[in-house]
């Protein structure tokens, strides 16, 4: 059953035995006959090959989940509900798609992952404006500064109203929106942010972090700058 097969791959992965998982989800997949459980471990072995850094199998079986995410009725392509599966299908391939740097592939999933989440949580929700923040992050790695700025800050916004300015997330998408005010030049918006986040950075990540490394290098290359 369904459940058996999951409690079985979830305590190989638990003991360290991946490859026993994966034997046991891909023995799955190959059974199943059912649209929505083939969905499932589908997006459980992509999930598991993407933890054992096995990226191109990760990505091709991940694709294959969420082809099976729409269908095609009287012409029409619509969406087939698995529940909240049918973010994380898309959630995981479009971090997988990120990490493997094809920005303009990632870009488009995670607007996708963004409307979902407007449409199953809110457009406030945390989880949506993380997504926003991802297309962001995206944008930036194209070089579409402005339009990176632009998103950054409409999520920097939103958060601070929702989550309060103290908040990890709120903090790191305040560190997030610093650079992209220093990509367009905007410096003195940036140091004000950066200024501003830098002390909770250190509380929440330590003071030798990358976020942290980071700050202090963008605030130095600001000094001379106005």
Same mark, same amino acid.
């Given at each position: ?87 994380y299908a898309l959630s995981q391939l479009a971090a997988l798609t990120l990490q493997m740097k ?6 488009? $999933?995670? #607007?996708? =992952?963004?409307?979902?989440? *407007?449409?199953? &949580?809110? /457009?406030?929700?945390?989880? +949506? ?6 297309v962001a992050s995206c944008l930036k790695s194209q070089l579409h500064y402005e339009e990176a ?39 003195? $918006?940036? #140091?004000? =942010?950066?200024?501003?986040? *830098?002390?909770? &950075?250190? /509380?929440?990540?330590?003071? +030798? ?18």
């Open positions: 059953t369904i459940a058996v097969c999951v409690d079985m791959s979830e305590l190989f992965t638990l003991l360290g035995k991946e490859k026993h998982a994966e034997t046991v989800l891909r023995q799955c997949v190959s059974n199943s006959k059912k649209r929505h459980f083939k969905f499932l471990y589908l997006t459980m072995l992509g999930v598991l090959c993407r933890r054992t850094n096995q990226l191109d199998v990760a990505a091709v079986l991940l694709q294959k989940a969420r082809e099976l995410q729409v269908k095609e009725v009287s012409g029409d392509i619509v969406a087939v509900n698995h529940g909240g599966y049918d973010d094809d920005y303009a592939k990632a870009e488009v $999933l995670f #607007r996708q =992952l963004m409307e979902l989440r *407007i449409n199953t &949580l809110s /457009e406030q929700h945390p989880y +949506t404006l993380s997504a926003k923040c991802s700025f632009a998103i950054y800050s409409s999520a920097l916004e939103t958060l601070n109203e929702t989550l309060g300015s103290h908040h990890p997330s709120t903090v790191i998408t305040t560190h997030s929106t610093a650079v992209a005010a220093y990509l367009v030049r905007k410096y003195s $918006l940036c #140091r004000t =942010l950066e200024s501003s986040c *830098i002390d909770s &950075l250190v /509380e929440y990540f330590g003071d +030798t972090s990358r976020q942290v490394q980071e700050a202090k290098k963008l605030l130095a290359m600001l000094e001379g700058k106005s």
